[in-house]
């Protein structure tokens, strides 16, 4: 008597048990589904399908003033960007962007950071003071820089009074480019510091100590202890700063350009710029469509070396 | 001895110059009247704040501030709520097509936004989009790189905790906000910062997708005033700088240890 009871009541349990379950899955999947719906439109009709439009585009005829048909017209897009000087010419420069502008950015950020780990006084004022350029607006800065560094600005007053000549700077071909990187690089020595900064405060100082037992000398332990464990840190930084790169080169070469497009003389247009120009100045979408599939093929290109040579393992 | 230890003293605070003379001059131009800007004083001879005044009647900057303090605000809570929640359910539920689903939000992180730029002028001139907050909006409610940050440290929570507050009968968005959310606050944090910043700062797409004056941004206006309206006028542009830059560095120095623990904590993960 007693145990068919206990069997009925456990039969009861166990159905309450599976409703609840039941009940819980259908809470779950309503939760899911409804967190889910808008990221998914979001993901596939905002990101994904213009992507591919953009692939769509680069293959046709699309002028942004013509109302169509957009004819499709193979690779001419592409054959037409590789038979223009302007668009070469661009490439080479974002190039000389990257390779200057990341190289220079993990420098100074990591002769920053190893500075401050040197130091045990005001290390705080001075992460603020050389972290305050990242937080600030590039179009600002930029036409600050613009103004420092004028025809009559205080640079070359300064240069006049030390007894130089007066530079052209942002108005000459072969300066203003590097001027381009140095406030780029200038914006980005605090981030870069900080991220260091972090790296550096993850070696254990027995290392160290270790090798001052071992009689190591100051370069031995930074190049055979610091360096090789602040790689995560450095591949980290470096792909970081090339997407980053790609992206503000546009604000700041149209703010610091003295026409405003990349001059002078092209000096200064970056792929970003050159599409811009492409797509909103001269209205073909083809083109510019184009260049933007060549600019993605060549970040992923280079994410992937990055990837491969900055990871290559170290031996201790 | 002692001079190697001062080393690195001298080493920094050249860079310090180096990194604080733009501002200063910058502040310096500021407040000084149009005759006097040649001058290499950095303290004005003759200060004046007529050029703030001049910039606050004449031109629509305390306009483009505020649209930009909108646009930048609305992105970041879209931001910090849809990619915690996605990052949550990704780390933290089971259903058929997650692997799809996370690859597809991991593969926009290999394609920049300048990719996109003309795919979504046409999208949104055909939508009526252009000239409206909106059509400056839409393009960043959320991020792949902050549905990847936050699904990282989702992973953490233990499930326990999660289970018990099911037990407890907490409705599943409870769960995730209640119990989640708190669990994972410095990241968060350290999301918003970042996608305030970039929204304040966003210069490429405002500008192709805005026409009217109004709608500017602060660095799209900033722009056309400096090589339109203002051109040559220096003290006039570096006030307009000062506007734009000033603000940001206050908010900098109460936040400095959040923004600075908040780059280790993401990028370092």
Redesign the interface.
Known sequence: MGALKKESEQKQSSSKFNKLLSN?KF??????IS??L???I???G??????L??FN?GFRDWNLLSAGPHPFIGLDNFIALFNDSVFIKSVVNTMIYIVLGVTGQLLFGMI?AL??H??NR?VGI????????Y???????S???Q??LMK?G?IN?LLVMIGLSPQPFLNSPDQAIYLIIGAMI?QS???QM??F???LE?IPEMLYEAADIDGASGWQKFWKITVPLLNP?IV?SAV?GT?NF??IS??QV??MSVN?AGGPLNSTTSV?VY??QL??NQFD?GM??AA??L??LF??AL?VFQLKVLTRKFDY | MKFGKSLPYIALIIGSIIMLFPFIWMLSTSFKAPMDIFSLDIIPKNPTIENYLTIFEESLFLRWFLNSLIIAVITTISVAFFDSLVGYIIAKFDFVGRGVLFLLILSTLMVPTEMLIIPWYLMSSELGWTNTFWGILFPGLMTGFGVFLMKQFMEQIPDDLLNAARVDGMSEFGIFFKVAIPQVWPALSALGIFTFLSNWNAFLWPLIVIESPKLRTLPVGLSFFSSGEAESQWHLIMTGAAISVIPLIIVFFILQKHIIKGITLTGMK
């Open positions: 819980y809470q779950r999947n309503v939760f899911i967190a889910l808008l990221p998914i979001f993901y596939l905002i990101r994904l399908l213009p992507t439009y953009t585009i920053v500075l401050l040197k130091i005001f001075f992460r603020v003071i050389y972290f305050i350029p937080v600030t607006s590039i179009v600002a800065i036409w600050v820089f103004w420092i009559n205080v007053d200038w020595i605090g981030f900080v991220l900064l972090a790296g993850n840190t980290f970081i997407i790609i992206q546009f604000t149209v703010n405003g970003v599409i811009y797509a909103f979408l510019a469509s933007t599939v600019l993605f970040i992923l994410t």
